[in-house]
């Protein structure tokens, strides 16, 4: 009995490897799993070569979406908006400063971005110069910058 197979993988399996890929797996989880769910053919001539041409079309595809979500990055990168909030003497704000309200700055500023997407530690609490990362898609982030200023106290 052999000890492992040849499979010749359809789709991007992350602990496997990409489309398109030749890998050695157990004879149990090619017919028990790849082969099932059609994630893996057998690893033929013939199907390396119809694969070929599916991979060379992933990869185009990939690459046209890598550069669409560099160029969401690039527009927002390096974006600062500011806010104008209650805040004591000391620059402690009286309520904070959300992902929520972030959004709706970036919107103001032309950049649709979904809450989910703002990575906050924490609300803002304090007066001054926030870094913000925003999540864009997979492994890429761009960072802006919050400004939040104290509201003028009003003249006696």
């Not at 970036?106 to 990575?119: D, F, I, P, R, T």
């Amino acid at each position: 009995m052999a000890s492992k197979v040849e499979v010749l993988l359809r789709d991007n399996i992350k602990p496997l490897g990409k489309c398109g890929d030749v890998v050695m797996v157990t004879p149990g989880y090619a017919r028990n799993y790849l082969f099932p769910r059609k994630l893996a053919l057998e690893a033929t001539a013939e199907n390396k070569k119809a694969m070929a041409k599916r991979r060379a079309k992933l990869d185009e595809e990939e690459a046209k979406r890598t550069a669409e979500i560099m160029a969401q990055v690039a527009a927002i990168q390096g974006t600062s908006v500011k806010t104008i909030a209650k805040a004591d003497d000391t620059g402690h704000l009286y309520g904070s400063v959300n992902a929520g309200q972030i959004v709706e700055l970036l919107a103001a500023a032309g950049h649709k971005v979904e809450e989910k997407a703002v990575k906050l530690a924490a609300p803002i609490k304090l007066v001054g110069t926030h870094a913000v990362k925003i999540h864009v898609h997979g492994e890429h982030d761009a960072e802006i910058t919050v400004v939040v200023e104290a509201e003028a106290a009003p003249a006696s």
